[in-house]
T-cell receptor, first 114, second 111 residues
Framework: DVKVTQSSRYLVKRTGEKVFLECVQD?????MFWYRQDPGLGLRLIYF???????EKGDIPEGYSVSREKKERFSLILESASTNQTSMYLC?????????????FGPGTRLLVL | GESVGLHLPTLSVQEGDNSIINCAYS??????FIWYKQESGKGPQFIID?????DKRQGQRVTVLLNKTVKHLSLQIAATQPGDSAVYFC??????????FGAGTQVVVTP
């Protein structure tokens, strides 16, 4: 089974702090994704990566950056956390590009910015 | 812009009955449509998908129907069980594999 793990289940940070969210997948997948999930809005794509050191903006990249130094690890960075970034963050991976490739999700990190 | 939307935010169904969750989409160019299930405290889990050139696909206790004429997608769950209580998301995939999610439907199974 594909396993996607996220470094923290719950995180509390203060406004202005730099926040790192880590994601690791163990299936040698090419693609990795970061979403945020808010009630009534579903999942919205922040950034994705289709290869090591490659990244692409999703629908809501403002205020975020990402890093993919190794194939199995994809980090989401909040350079200066703000209260409107309080949300559930979900990481996903898929084997390769293509419409039929299933995305596998981690358990999520619930971030509270005070 | 293009969007995926759900008709009902909450669906209450009695144990043993069949559930039908509906979804409207607007991007006629989408290649795949996918249903995910998210249980409390967990990430979304793939249930079933359907290619845009198909009308129906069946899995174990689940059936997905695609009506391209009216841009409508539905998920049918047969003999709903307590373990089916969750939020269900429909999503559409472009040719690359990027997903656009709907807002989700909360399914509550009552005894």
């Amino acid at each position: 089974d594909v396993k996607v793990t996220q470094s923290s289940r719950y995180l509390v940070k203060r406004t202005g702090e730099k926040v790192f969210l880590e994601c690791v997948q163990d299936m040698d997948h090419e693609n990795m994704f970061w979403y945020r999930q808010d009630p009534g809005l579903g999942l919205r794509l922040i950034y994705f990566s289709y290869d090591v050191k490659m990244k692409e903006k999703g629908d809501i990249p403002e205020g975020y950056s990402v890093s993919r130094e190794k194939k199995e690890r994809f980090s989401l960075i909040l350079e200066s956390a703000s209260t409107n970034q309080t949300s559930m963050y979900l990481c996903a991976s898929s084997r390769e590009r293509g419409a039929g490739e299933t995305q596998y999700f981690g358990p999520g990190t619930r971030l509270l910015v005070l | 812009g293009e969007s995926v939307g759900l008709h009902l935010p909450t669906l209450s169904v009695q144990e043993g009955d069949n559930s039908i969750i509906n979804c409207a989409y607007s991007n006629s160019a989408s290649d795949y449509f996918i249903w995910y299930k998210q249980e409390s405290g967990k990430g979304p889990q793939f249930i079933i998908d359907i290619r845009s050139n198909m009308d129906k696909r069946q899995g174990q206790r689940v059936t997905v129907l695609l009506n391209k004429t009216v841009k409508h997608l539905s998920l049918q769950i047969a003999a709903t069980q307590p373990g089916d209580s969750a939020v269900y998301f429909c999503a559409e995939s472009d040719s690359w594999g990027k997903l656009q999610f709907g807002a989700g439907t909360q399914v509550v199974v009552t005894p």
